[in-house]
Every structure is written in C-alpha cells, then in structure tokens.
C-alpha cells in the first residue's frame, strides 16, 4: 500500500530545533516531488516546502531561512529540519507526494501528521 | 495568508445539494490551473475528493461533483449525508508564486 508515516513531532520551546522525517512505503521518494504542509490548530492548510526530483528545494517566506527539506534515498525518507521555532510555527505537520504537471498540482497520499508544538 | 477564497461554513439538511464555491485569482485558478478539493475529519489528514477540476477518484461517492469557470471552482454534494460533515479544502496552482496554494477551508455541517 503506498503510503507515508511521519514522526519527531514533539514540544520545543521557542528558538530551538526539531527534525521530522517522513517514510514513504511503496514508492520512491526520490522520483517524486515531496511536500510538507502544515495545518496551525483551528486553522487551514498551508504549503511549507517541496523538493524536486533533481534535489532542489522551495519554501514558503514564512519559513525560508529556518526550514530545511531533504531526503534520505538509502532510507526512502523525506525530512523537515526547523531551526529557530517560534510559537507561529505551532502546527500539525503532514508531508504528501505531490504531483506536478502542465495544469497544475495535487498531493496525494498525505501521512497521518505529526504535531509540533513551540512553547514555552 | 491563503490565496484562494472559501466561504467558511455551509450546511444542508440530509439528501439537500450544498455547494462550496473557491475563488482565486488570474494567476492560479483564472490562468487556467486545474481545481481539486480535499475532505478532512477532526484529528485526520486530508484526502482529496475531486481533482483536475471535476474528476473523482475510485471510491468517492457520485454525490461528489466539481467544476471551474473564469477564476472560480464550486464543489457540490447532492444528496447530503451525515458522514459528508467535514472539512473541504480547494487548491490550486500560482504561476506567480511559483507554488501551489490552498483555500481558506469550508465546514461543512449536515443539519
């Protein structure tokens, strides 16, 4: 079944770190392009990065600078390293495969979510 | 700071027709980049219902319709049931953000 599971969500106090990783089972990660996404409580979704097949990246402003997307091809991973959390970053953090083409994008599967919670 | 524009709540009795409308802009939905929605229960993450504007994927309920004109998608639910209460989310693709970009979300309540 193709699916993802993320983990190393957890309660981090502001300006400190945290990196999630997400494993994909039954696809490659690294054929695809792969997104987080994250969701604040209450609130909507909102795209954080991505990265291409070709191993660049892309980030939202709100977290360029902080947020770093990787991928581990030997593991079939995708990770999310935050630095420099503040309580604004407080969110469930999906990652998703995200399909690209001429007319667009959608993502599809999503993993269950991890929660990263700033405070202190 | 979502790009596309959902009208924050909806309803309808069970069996009515609701329909949710995302309204974007000349450089995502208007530039003609396809629509797709996601449903999302309380503690789940989001599952998409409809993508490239009005397709539904195997095992989404007929009652589930989309479509697009001009710079706006309208999803609709005909047939309202209880287990369509839910969250729905639009998203689409902005050329000049470079990314793709979601609604502000709609819940859906069955009366």
């Known amino acids: 079944e193709v699916q993802l599971v993320e983990s190393g969500g957890g309660l981090v106090q502001p300006g400190g770190s945290l990196r999630l990783s997400c494993a994909a089972s039954?696809?490659?990660?690294?054929?695809?392009?792969m997104s987080w996404v994250r969701q604040a409580p209450g609130k909507g979704l909102e795209w954080v990065s991505v990265?291409?097949?070709?191993?660049?990246?892309d980030y939202a402003d709100s977290v360029k600078g902080r947020f770093t997307i990787s991928r581990d091809n030997s593991k079939n991973t995708l990770y999310l390293q935050m630095n420099s959390l503040t309580t604004e970053d407080t969110a469930m953090y999906y990652c998703?495969?995200?399909?690209?083409?001429?007319?667009?994008?959608?993502?599809?599967?999503w993993g269950q979510g991890t929660l990263v919670t700033v405070s202190s | 700071q979502s790009v596309l524009t959902q009208p924050p709540s909806a309803s309808g009795a069970p069996g009515q027709r609701v329909t949710i409308s995302c309204s974007g802009s000349?450089?995502?939905?208007?530039?003609?980049?396809?629509v797709h929605w996601y449903q999302q229960f309380p503690g789940t993450a989001p599952k998409f219902v409809i993508y490239?504007?009005?397709n539904r994927p195997s095992g989404v309920p007929d009652r589930f319709s989309g479509s697009k004109s001009g710079s706006s998608a309208s999803l609709a639910i005909t047939g309202l049931q209880a287990e369509d209460e839910a969250d729905y989310y639009c998203?689409?693709?902005?050329?000049?953000?470079?990314?793709?970009?979601f609604g502000t979300g709609t819940k859906v309540t069955v009366l």
């Open positions: 490239g504007n009005n």
């Open positions: 998703a495969r995200e399909y690209r083409y001429d007319s667009g994008s959608w993502f599809d599967p």
């Open positions: 998203q689409s693709y902005d050329s000049s953000l470079s990314r793709s970009v």
């Open positions: 039954e696809f490659t990660v690294s054929s695809n392009y």
């Open positions: 990265i291409y097949r070709d191993g660049s990246s």
């Open positions: 000349s450089s995502n939905i208007g530039a003609g980049y396809d």
